[in-house]
């Protein structure tokens, strides 16, 4: 792994990382805007906020810690699943487009993290690939 892709893979984790914890840490207390959010406005149960917040803390351990890269696959799996499926609620709720910029943002942290992750991280690695 070069050094500049070491770098873009940091960069993106932790942003990725940092912006799962912080929603995740919201869902899971639920602050009042974000179950009015989600359970008024989008329609979901006020329940899914904590399953969803765990399931983020959980997903930002498997990919910060080393090794596991089959679990480290599922957690890469998880975020774009949930970002993308924010993405469609807000779209099915015909929502403002500045709702759609947190998710997406996640999505492409959740794919440039993924795309760059060392080989050690990889279910193939680079060398073996054909």
Known sequence: MTKRNKIIYWIATVW???GMISTAIVQ???MKEEVEHT??????????LT???????????????????LIKEWAYAGFFFVMSGAIFSHLACK????????PALLII????SWYFRPDDCKLIPSNQAK
């Open 16 to 18: 990725l990382s940092l």
């Open 95 to 102: 929502d403002e487009v500045m709702e759609y910029f947190g």
């Open 39 to 48: 359970s008024l406005h989008l329609g979901y149960p006020s329940y899914f």
């Open 51 to 69: 399953i969803i917040g765990v399931w983020k803390i959980l997903g930002v351990v498997a990919v910060i810690i080393p090794k596991y890269p």
């Open 109 to 112: 942290l959740t794919i440039v």
């Open 28 to 30: 899971i207390i639920k």
